[in-house]
Nanobody
């Protein structure tokens, strides 16, 4: 049974930082590219960042480039999203997923999400 469990969300002031974690089980983690999506209140789910199985290549949405950093630790079956210089528009539920696809799909595995709220 595949499980992706996100953690690290919470309330932070604009300009602050948070680090999200996603622990995977039930898959050979090192064989999977991993990514993060987010869903702002009242809006659709959107791509945030992704990384290849080795972590050697990373990809970002323009809206977070230069502020967010995706990384992974294959020994811990964990992918991270370091979020700096947070803005109120970053408020969303953040989802961890497998794969490099930048659109919502039913093929990849998804976590249940963690809420990030950025106050102004």
């Amino acid at each position: 049974q595949v499980q992706l469990v996100e953690s690290g969300g919470g309330l932070v002031q604009a300009g602050g930082s948070l680090r999200l974690s996603c622990v995977a089980s039930g898959i050979t983690f090192r064989s999977f590219a991993m990514g993060w999506f987010r869903q702002p209140p009242g809006k659709g789910r959107e791509f945030v960042a992704s990384t290849t199985w080795s972590g050697s290549s990373t990809y970002y949405a323009d809206s977070v480039k230069g502020r967010f950093t995706i990384s992974r630790d294959n020994a811990k079956n964990t992918v991270y999203l370091q979020m700096d210089s947070l803005k109120p528009e970053d408020t969303a539920v953040y989802y961890c997923k497998t794969g490099l696809r930048t659109v919502v799909n039913a093929v990849d595995y998804w976590g249940k999400g963690t809420l990030v709220t950025v106050s102004s």
